[in-house]
């Protein structure tokens, strides 16, 4: 999972330090790297790129002081290559028609494919990210003017890509076909933005214009904003449930629809699923099932309490993960109240179960507070399958819900009573549509499988 952001400004005003806050932003989606390109006034792509969090890898104050007005910027959650520098983005490369800048949120499913094509015609890559490949193919057609050789590569990508990129001189925004990830258009004066989630929209006071829509371009000039079509013909829509049940800021709205409220209806339809019978109260996992949590809670008529507590000043490197660490467990995250869950019967949510490991080491941490009962409530479908859109999760055999069925599974993280949400119950909540969004990793309905890609071609 990675975030994008982007920003321009007609008249000429520094944009820099927004990108900078928009990112900040954006964090909850990638804290491995982080980077800002801009364009010069010589007409070149400068960029500062560093690992971890954006805090620390950037310099507000040097960046509010430089003059740029057309910015991208990202932040990077490893999937597709590994995590070294050389995978920071934006990627930047200079063409015979200028310099272009990329920032992808997504991963593309054909990206080897073409990688092998575009090497066997000479192309030399510098890093091993999908995301390159988009700018071998614009920099393979230099009889085109760039924008129409950026249109045209995008009709050979298959899979998510939430693109923000400095091309022609241009901010230009584009939602893949399938609208995988999400991606809103802002604009507070003069100024233009884009990002993966409008929360960031909020925290630089532009206002929400709309969705980017799936298959568009939008292109950010001199001229005003234009919009252009990706000439494919999509026959379903994807958008990633996933955002709603874990990824996106419960204060982002995505097509129109409140990750919050959505998150809290997931969980009034699990309680719906059958009542816990005996429950002294809900809580949600930090900071995870919160919402949820309060869902199933009200539509329980149970209480909702907190139960454990999250030092929230934990941050990704802070603590080094020594043996003594891991002996340690979560407990440097996480820590349960004991008054409040002694002798007491609980119903705990969180999101998901991916690997099952924190759910089963959060289930014996409240029972060593002295739970009498902990009946696990899950806000989403079993996690059965990979996803190849952007989301690092496992391989099958990973996968806890994978590996055994719904009760073996409940017995194997320590649960009294286990139970998820249906697939249906997702789709409703979410309430855009079955056809309008992507589940494979719960149905394994990829969307390769659907007769709706075509073949790699140069
Ligand atoms: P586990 O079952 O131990 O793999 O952890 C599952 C928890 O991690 C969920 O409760 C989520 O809060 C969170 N989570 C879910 N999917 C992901 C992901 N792809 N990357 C990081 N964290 C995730
Ligand atoms: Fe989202 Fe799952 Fe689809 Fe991946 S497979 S895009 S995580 S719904």
Redesign the pocket.
């Known amino acids: 999972m990675c975030g994008v952001f982007g920003a321009y400004s007609p008249k000429g005003n520094a944009v820099l330090e927004e990108v900078y806050l928009g990112l900040y932003a954006l964090q909850h989606r990638g804290q491995e790297s982080t980077g800002i390109a801009w364009l010069g006034e010589n007409g070149r792509i400068a960029s500062i790129r560093g690992n971890g969090l954006v805090h620390a890898a950037l310099d507000q104050g040097e960046l509010a002081l430089l003059p740029a007005s057309c910015a991208i910027g990202h932040v990077r959650y490893s999937t597709s290559g590994g995590s070294d520098l050389g995978n920071a983005q934006p990627l930047i490369s200079t063409t015979s028609r200028g310099s272009v800048a990329v920032a992808h949120n997504g991963n593309l499913t054909n990206a080897e494919g073409l990688k092998t094509l575009l090497e066997s015609r000479g192309a030399i890559f510098q890093s091993t990210t999908d995301t390159e490949v988009i700018l071998h193919l614009v920099a393979h057609q230099p009889h085109k003017r760039p924008i129409d050789a950026l249109v045209d590569s995008l009709t050979r990508l298959v899979g ?1 890509y939430s693109l923000t990129l400095i091309i022609d001189g241009r901010l230009v925004a584009v939602r893949d076909p399938w609208g ?2 999400p991606l809103v258009l802002g604009r507070r004066e003069d100024v233009w933005y884009v990002s993966s989630e409008s929360c960031a929209l909020d925290l630089v006071g532009a206002t929400t214009i709309r969705d980017i829509e799936p298959g568009e371009v939008v292109v950010l000039g001199p001229e005003g904003p234009r919009s252009l079509r990706i000439p494919l013909d999509a026959k379903t829509r ?1 958008l ?4 709603f049940v874990y ?1 996106a800021r419960p204060d982002s709205v995505i097509e129109g629809k409140s990750v919050y409220e959505v998150r809290k209806e997931l969980g009034r339809r699990l309680a719906r699923r059958g009542p816990c019978t005996g429950a002294d109260f809900v809580s949600g996992m930090p900071d995870s099932g919160t919402i949820a949590a309060m869902g199933y809670a009200q539509e329980s008529n149970l209480s909702h309490e907190l139960s454990v507590v999250r030092n929230r000043y934990v941050g990704r490197t802070f603590i080094e993960p020594t043996q003594r660490v891991r002996e340690l467990g979560v407990r440097i995250k996480l820590n349960p109240i004991t008054r409040v869950l002694s002798g007491k019967s609980v119903v705990v949510v969180d999101d998901s179960i991916v690997r099952g490991t924190t759910c089963q080491r959060m289930i014996a941490m409240i029972k060593s507070a002295g739970a009498s009962a902990v009946h696990m409530r899950v806000s989403s479908p079993p ?1 059965r ?7 690092d ?1 496992p391989t099958r055999v990973e996968l806890a819900a994978a590996r055994m069925n719904i009760q073996q599974l409940g017995k194997e993280v320590g649960a009294d009573s286990l139970e998820y949400l249906s697939e249906e119950d997702l789709v409703e909540a979410i309430g855009l549509g079955e056809s309008a ?6 149905s394994g309905k ?1 969307l390769e499988e659907g007769g709706d890609v075509q073949d790699v071609t140069l």
Not at 240 to 243: T, V
Not at 437 to 442: I, L, P
């Open positions: 998510a995988f990830r994807r990633c449930s996933f955002e990824f996690v399958f990979p996803c190849y859109y952007g989301i999760t969004v992507c589940t494979a990793c719960f990829y």
